[in-house]
């Protein structure tokens, strides 16, 4: 990277965050300042400032036409009103935003013409920079803007450049499904407390289970395999399996993908 970047974030939750901490973790030779703002909470503004010694303020354009980068990291709903105030102070700040369903043809739609953009979906697990993330760019980026994007989604874990097509698509599994993960934990969780164990122990076994199954698979990369090694024809795991297959576990999984998909579609906002 030619020079120490000065990159300014437009929201200071927990997305912010993730993206600067991990900026500052993997980065920081190429980082020059961080800048952090939202709109009224003081409060977390020092709590940030404190923890990480980024400069921070309720303040955004005093700062937007001298940084280098621009992170969107507020909700979806405020992008309109706020890409109408940045627009004006746009000269060549590279624009980025994590906000759901903003994609780059709505950004570059906003702002003025041949400006670079990107659109970044991380997950929640980029809070333990352990994201998946979808990551696409705009049509106006160029090498220098490719490179600062990498290190952005670098420092919250892995991440998989995409077109902005699938980025839409892929939201409900990379995004969506850690919720669907969650329910399946709670699901078996409920499932042990029925045999009399407490909740501390169900938890604990339960998630030790997960995470013990999720490295398996991660060094593996075969989740048939792993479940037919768990599986003898006829026994105990195959009789439990039988269920999920008469239940039609993976066409409801499908659904939930599905019906994900057609709720985000519904809020996308087209151009
Ligand atoms: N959390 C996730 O797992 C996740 C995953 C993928 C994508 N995202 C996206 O990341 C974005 C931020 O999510 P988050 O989880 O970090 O949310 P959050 O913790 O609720 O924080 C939102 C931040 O945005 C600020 N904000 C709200 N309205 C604003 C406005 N009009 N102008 C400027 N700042 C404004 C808030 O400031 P005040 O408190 O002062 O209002 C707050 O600092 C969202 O667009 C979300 O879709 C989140």
Redesign the pocket.
């Known amino acids: 990277m030619q020079k120490k970047q000065r990159v300014l974030f ?7 965050e993730a993206l600067f901490a991990g900026l500052l973790h993997t980065s920081k030779e190429h980082i020059a300042e961080i800048v952090v ?5 003081q409060e ?1 503004l020092t709590e940030l400032h404190e923890k990480y010694a980024v400069s921070t303020t309720t303040d ?1 354009k005093q700062y937007a036409a001298d940084v280098d980068v621009i992170v969107l ?4 709903e ?1 992008h309109e ?2 890409l109408t105030e940045l627009s004006p102070l746009v000269s060549n700040q590279f624009i980025v935003t ?3 369903g903003i994609g780059p043809s709505y950004l570059e739609s906003k702002l003025p013409k041949g400006a670079a953009v990107a659109w970044i ?4 697990a ?1 809070t333990i920079g352990k994201s998946i993330s979808l990551y696409t760019a705009g049509s106006f980026v160029s090498k220098g803007h490719l490179e600062i994007l990498q290190m952005l989604v670098k420092g919250i874990g892995d991440a998989q450049l995409c077109t902005e097509e699938e980025i839409h698509q892929l939201t409900a599994v990379t ?1 969506s499904a850690p919720a669907f993960l969650y329910y399946f934990a709670e699901s078996l969780i409920e499932a042990t407390k029925r045999y009399g164990i407490d909740e501390i122990t169900a938890k604990h076994l339960v998630i030790k289970m997960i995470t013990g199954s999720a490295s398996m698979l991660e060094s593996e990369n075969n989740p048939a395999m792993l479940r037919e090694q768990v599986t003898t024809p006829g026994g105990a795991t195959a009789a439990g399996l039988k269920v999920l297959y008469e239940n039609n576990f993976m066409n409801m999984i499908q659904e939930a993908i599905e019906a994900t998909n057609k709720k985000a579609s519904g809020k996308t906002i087209q151009l």
Do not use: C, D, K, Y
């Open positions: 437009i929201g200071a939750g927990r997305m912010a703002s939202n709109q009224r909470n977390r955004w990291a507020m909700p979806p405020a009103q706020l994590v906000a759901a979906m991380p997950n929640t980029a995004g």
